[in-house]
């Protein structure tokens, strides 16, 4: 059994939709750390620790017991009465906290002392109501005015700041002794013969512009919230795996489970949908790439994460050039924030359109959408975002007019990179020193010619022969226009993107393989790209580094210049397998599940450090990684579709397979599998070094049948 690794350890978070609480692991919120109870990208409570006469509880035990709620079981420390000193170990304390709309949290403490026993627990509570951004870097600035009041056994502390409003109301209920408030803490009385239980309820109700979201009143009662019924309707409905491997099973399931706490809801013309976020807990919000990512990772799992991302970003969709937000007509969204500075018009998340490939995979994913639904009333709905979409490519996206897109902020708080690797410092020479913008990417070039065959072929649905002549056109000049251009023949491989001179960023990355899955590198060229990849400056053995261990940039625990990101490998992965590379595509995902092996649940973080596999070491994983995230559970899914070769065409009712199972992985049923309105269990099996498949059970019409 391989040692299990904590990511974020002494930490516990729990959410509930874009409601999320973070402590440590005894329960509390210190606000000098990145810890609180959140609500519109405000924190609401800031600090809050239970005490007995002002003495710390001993923590026994902790943990959540589903994504929204987490118990925690004390016990006391020694500590002195009017009647004498309480030995330590003589009390009982559990409290468990459930998220939903606001906080409900239940005390109980009982008595296993010989002799009643009389004391105040104390409940100290402070609110910052600090913006979230400023919350996660530890940048606090003090702003607006704050006022608590206690009246009728309900303390509320309000804040403004000019047009933002934002509150919190802790109220006890069922309490079995009157609460009193004083000096920042509220008090309770409490005197407990020999084997008794005193008992209390907290509600924390948020108040968010003039709205109050109470919490339910549960009492410690298994119930339901609309995200936590949304929740079982996707384990429901999403496709399931069984495996005589176990562990694959498991660590499938556990993303199924997490997916299912990662969700926003959309409205669109009375219809619900719900749209992948991105990570708890830092990114609970409309981010845009990531929804996008994780849409065509869940393709084989649940269709309706497409609908919900790709008419949320619709909507959202700019219509006009606003440099301060980085956005231009028909561009896409990058994020979308409620938080105070955003709101005072000091952050620019209303939304803001910083990212270069959020439109450009907005077009593959709403072809890859009718590929496995075939719902034509829906790409009927999209029609005119992907014409805008197309329109900003060619207009905005490639903004010098030189063939290729590229990137460079206009704002003056916008990202200085935008590309998934978009942190400040993510793309580099070779000789470490960093890139200055506009900057084309050699994989957003891959999106493109990729956007615009797919582009093509939704035109042919519409019966426009015309537009997608000219789309597939547009493609092939970009394909021999991109190989003349970014190809390294000395390194058989592609730079990592032009810099502002036009000239090669000629440092070794992982981007190249995402050009693998957009189909723009030729069938010569595949060979050297995929040898190249599995170099050992690239390959760590748990997967492939984001940037080579040659490069003086490197930095196996740095945010993208070193580590591993799982659903950068699951890309790479879903590459390979297309141009026949199976076992390369199955070598990434073993490395991918061995990593998973050594995190607690199988549960995969954003991303870990890039430290070469040896005997007897494990994964690092990245300090304040998000976990649950979306496309990191979302590339479990995409690594099983790979290593399966699953290939929908709803539209002609047939689905294709190409499994190649690897050794470790002798068999794999995917159940309830959704191909347009059909309905199929599959099961795959090795016999010797060659894998069999067979259909077990059909609802509809679908015709299967393996690839060539």
Known sequence: MPTKVSVNAGQITINDGAT??????????????????????????SYYEVSINRDRLLLLASSPLNHHSALYQFTNPEFRTTQGNIPNGRLMISIRRDVGGGMHEDIDITNHHAERVAFQLMLAIRSDFADIFEVKSQQILTRGETETTWH???????????????????QPECADSQPRYANGRLFF???????????????????????????????????????KQVSKDFLAQATKLRSSNAEIAAYYQQALVDMAALRIKVEAKGHEFWMPAAGIPWFVAVFGRDSVIVSMQTMAVYQEFAHGTLLRLAQLQATEVDDWRDAQPGKMPHELRRDELTQLKQLPYTPYYGTIDTTILWITTLA??????????????????????????ETYGDFDQDGFVEYQTRSSMGLRNQGWKDSGDAIVYPDGKQVEPPIALCEVQGYVYSAWRDAAKLYEVWGDVKQAKQLRQKADDLYQHFNDRFWMEDEGFYC???????????????????????GIVPKDRADRLVKRLFQPDLWCGWGLRTLSNLNPAYNPISYQLGSVWPHDNSAIAMGLKQYGYHAEANQIAEGIFAAASYFE????????????????????PYPDANIPQAWAAGSIFLLIRAMLG????????????????????????????????????LRFWREGEQTQWKVMHLEGELKVEAKP
């Open 189 to 227: 009385d409490v005197v407990l013969d020999p084997g008794k239980t005193w008992h209390t309820c907290l509600n924390f109700a948020a108040i968010v512009d003039g709205d109050i979201f109470y919490p339910q009143n549960t009492c410690a009662v298994e119930h339901n919230t609309e995200a």
């Open 20 to 45: 999320f609480l973070v402590t440590d692991s005894r329960g509390w919120i210190d606000e000098t750390v990145a810890q609180g109870f959140f609500v519109a990208d405000t924190r609401l409570l």
């Open 152 to 170: 009728d056994g309900k303390l509320m502390t309000i804040y403004h700041n000019g047009t933002f409003h934002r509150g919190l109301i802790t």
């Open 601 to 620: 649940a199988g549960r995969m973080p954003e991303l870990f450090g890039g430290m070469e596999r040896q005997p007897g070491h494990f994964p690092v």
């Open 646 to 681: 699953l290939e929908a065409n709803a539209s002609a009712r047939s689905l294709t397979v190409q499994p190649v199972l690897p050794d470790w992985l002798p068999d794999v049923e995917l159940v309830n599998l959704s191909v347009g309105d059909a309905i199929v269990t």
């Open 368 to 393: 890859e959408a009718y590929q496995w639904s075939h719902n034509e009333s829906f790409l009927n709905e999209c029609r005119e975002p992907l014409e805008r979409a197309l329109a900003w490519i």
């Open 496 to 518: 990592l993107g032009l810099d502002r001179q036009k000239q090669q960023i000629r440092s070794i990355a992982s981007n190249p393989g995402h050009l693998l899955w957009s």
